[in-house]
């Protein structure tokens, strides 16, 4: 790894692309939560009846 590499500053185009991906990230987990607990719910059912 180069240490004396100088960090540039952020351009507006790189902030936009890291807060998609944090959006993107968020909705991912939201999702999987979702399936989980369907799939959680779909257990009980099966299990109750």
Same mark, same amino acid.
């Given at each position: $790894?180069? @240490?004396?590499? &100088? &960090? &540039?500053? !952020? @351009?507006?185009?790189? #902030?936009? +692309? +890291?807060?998609? $991906?944090? +959006? +993107?990230? %968020?909705? %991912? !987990?939201?999702? !999987?939560?979702?399936? %989980?607990?369907? /799939? %959680?719910? /779909?257990?009980?059912?099966? #299990?109750?009846?």
């Amino acid at each position: $790894m180069d @240490t004396k590499q &100088k &960090k &540039k500053p !952020l @351009t507006p185009e790189e #902030i936009n +692309r +890291r807060n998609l $991906m944090k +959006r +993107r990230f %968020l909705w %991912l !987990l939201i999702v !999987l939560d979702v399936l %989980l607990i369907a /799939y %959680l719910v /779909y257990q009980v059912v099966v #299990i109750i009846i």
